[in-house]
């Protein structure tokens, strides 16, 4: 059964279903929930066709923000109820022509919706997408016309779109020496480029640059995931292209495999499988044999034993980027590992099964020596402490130089963060000088002095600006991540749905009043004298205001942090996790962030 036709099904269940009590459209924080009824849109679930105009201008409005759902006392979800009606709304959008993007301007293209659709089914990538959910996707996609030499985004810049190239000719380059552009490659009509970007996160590994005028298809990454989630085919085809893409790369990307020969590698990695975690899926169990290799492409996973009868266990060490392990159990012949693996984070692994492994070593004997003489030193470490004694305290871990420091920057979500604000509270006087700079210069204070507490030193409820942010899939682009790696709110597009506040792991996203009112006398006084708790209640939102998502944004457009700048004793400062990772010694947790 296609994504549609189990959407439809779950959608009609749900509206026989339904109380009508009217709580979610009291949730929905679209103006034209207002004007449209539940019995309206019940109705639309089981027509064909949709023509009620105010039932029309509501699902078109629709973000699938979701905040209907928990509203919903029965536990229905009106969120599928109305992304159906949505569907069958944008499947009846007649043709119309669509606007071109050239540089600041906005002009008629000349392509009509049906017509682009039709020309987008050419391209081998959207082969498997009916046409309704092409003309869907077209619907949130924007043609850029560029000139030549004009650069449409920048190497190591996150670009987060889908681009696919419908005239011209564009060329992907890197930094050589002295800054020189190396040319890598040139794409011509019915390329594509950017499906790293939107599947995994990454910022463009290439500069992209018009070779002549060019036209390009930009589809965010919001649309992709969307016709990703409803249309089986296209997502088993980004799938596995990703998958292809990744191994590929990995393959030339200087890591523990780089001491082999290059057909080894290529060999190696043929029928290698790539991976990918969610935080607690678990690789490798305990006392199980190893069947297979894995070699970590991105991501953090925990090792621990067991240490009683109850289950509890103890972290030993944590695997992370360019770690191998599986290898030596293999190599040995182990019945029963030592040690179970589980993913702490959203984590990507390369799987190579045991018996390719053995096939490839038999073909290339240097490389056995290669792999067992850089059998991992993490996975050294984590046998050797599997055959010691546990310690008195579980939270220790013996024998290694990651003990506190790495279980706080992983198990507590930290590593994840590119950009995490610290506050040594041995130094901090509580002069509240970095919440009012903040407030000062961005109207409202996107900081609270709350939060992780480690030792003397505090993590903040301030944005990390995630490697892989899971906020980030705002249909209306509310909240979008700038080419340098920042997360920012675009106030003009915030539709106050708190999607993406519920989404941060951290609840480092708050929603405030779009227009606060002038504080009086009373609760300038409370500011005053500390009671930022009182303060803060004063503040809450009223039914009826409009809202806006407000977040630390690392103050892009100004050359310092206010937060930082403002301390007066150097008690604040950010750090970048995975460096911290990178070059830390075995030193207690201060001299690691100094």
Known sequence: ??????LALKAQTDVMACIGCNDCMLACPLPQAKLVTIAELNEGVHLPVITNPRVVEFVTACTQCRQCVPACPADLSRADMVLHNKMKVEDRVPNFTLMLQVGMRVLP??????????????????????????????????LRQLAQTEVLCKENEFYDRLCILLGGAIEQSISGPGGRQVQILVLG????????????????????????????????????ARLMSTSAPFKATMDELYRRRALWTYARTPTVLSALPEQAITDLLD???????KAGDVVLREGSAPTDAYLIKTGFLRVARKVDATGADRALVYFREGDLFGLTGLLMGEKASPFSVTATTRSEVIRIPGAHL????GRYPQARAV??????????????????????????????????????????????GREVLVVDQNKCVNCQNCVDACGRRHTYSRLHLRGLQVENFLFPAACRHCEDPVCLLCSVNGIVRMPSG?????????????????????????????????????????????????????????????????????????????????????????????????????SALPHRFA
Not at 115 to 138: I, K, W
Request: with cysteine; net charge negative.
């Open 189 to 224: 009509e019915g390329s594509f480029f950017g499906e790293m970007a939107v599947m995994a996160d990454q910022p463009e590994p290439y500069t992209v640059r018009a070779l002549t005028p060019s036209l390009v298809l930009e589809l965010p990454k919001a649309a992709v």
């Open 109 to 142: 293209s000349g392509w009509t919706l049906d017509a682009l659709a039709a020309r987008v089914s050419e391209v081998p990538l959207f082969a498997s997408a009916t046409s309704t959910d092409l003309r869907a996707l077209l619907l949130k996609g924007t």
């Open 271 to 277: 029928e290698a499988e790539l991976r990918t975690l």
């Open 358 to 361: 053995f096939s490839v070593l």
């Open 371 to 416: 792999l067992e003489g850089n059998a991992h030193t993490a996975e050294r470490v984590a046998r050797e402490n599997s055959f010691m004694p546990a310690p008195a305290s579980s939270a220790q871990m013996p024998g290694t130089q990651l003990a506190m420091s790495t279980e706080v920057l992983v198990e507590k979500g930290l590593a994840g």
């Open 1 to 6: 059964m296609e994504s549609r036709e189990d």
């Open 486 to 586: 920042e997360i920012t709110i675009v106030e003009d597009n915030c539709i106050g749905c708190g999607a993406c506040a519920e989404r941060c792991p951290y609840g480092n996203i708050r929603m405030h009043t779009a227009h606060p009112p002038q504080e009086g006398f009373l609760l300038r006084l409370m500011g005053v004298l500390g009671f930022r708790a009182q303060k803060e209640a004063q503040e809450e939102l009223k039914p009826g205001d409009r809202r806006l998502a407000v977040k630390c944004d690392l103050c892009a457009g100004y050359p310092d942090y206010a937060c930082v700048t403002a301390c007066p004793v150097g008690a604040m400062f950010r750090i970048d996790p995975m460096k911290s990772l990178e070059t830390q010694a075995a």
